[in-house]
């Protein structure tokens, strides 16, 4: 099977594929009208996520700006091959010494070792790395098992269910909190 995205698409790109193939099963399930322009509504639809993630990056860039200026930040992320092309089309790669993406290390989240690969890329006791992530069970909860400090982002919009909180040093609401922990 040819995988759907490449290491050279944008986000955009994602999205435009994504939701594609969510319009294109649920046509097939019945749940939308044969009359229904899959491709159309996909591109309205990926448009529209692709300017709030603009809007939301280009709010975010001032603080990794600053974070970077003090602390070297390692992006760890469940993604397709190609977020180094995501940050560089968003201006924001500079502010990442590096990034240790799942499709190209072959490790997932909610697995420790991606985290360890990224401390390991910073050559720091663990105890001494700052885990930020907005998922309790995938970001929190692992990067404690790795040995790291965490913040978790919870702004009320949680991807999975949060049983135990207890786990996560600070957290924070809103990601702008990130610089009043410092």
Not at 53 to 68: D, E, F, G, H, Y
Not at 86 to 94: F, M, P
Request: charged share 25%; hydrophobic share 40%; with cysteine.
């Amino acid at each position: 099977m040819q995988p759907v995205i490449h290491p050279e698409h944008h986000f955009y790109d994602v999205l435009i594929a994504k939701t594609g193939i969510q319009l294109h099963y649920l046509a097939e399930k019945g749940y939308l009208p044969t009359t229904f322009d899959i491709p159309a509504n996909s591109e309205l639809i990926s448009r529209i996520c692709d300017e709030q993630m603009r809007t939301t990056v280009k709010k975010s860039a001032k603080i990794l700006q600053q974070l970077s200026q003090s602390y070297p930040l390692v992006l760890v992320s469940n993604f397709y091959g190609n977020i180094r092309t995501v940050l560089e089309d968003l201006r924001i790669s500079q502010y990442f010494a590096d990034v240790i993406e799942s499709a190209v290390v072959g490790v997932r989240k909610p697995d420790p070792a991606i985290f360890v690969l990224g401390v390991r890329s910073l050559g720091f006791d663990a105890a001494h790395v700052l885990v930020v992530g907005d998922s309790y069970t995938k970001d929190i909860v692992p990067g404690k098992a790795a040995g790291c400090q965490t913040v978790w982002l919870k702004n009320g919009r949680q991807w999975d269910e949060t049983p135990d909180t207890g786990k996560a040093d600070v957290v924070i609401e809103k990601f702008e909190d990130l610089m009043k922990t410092f």
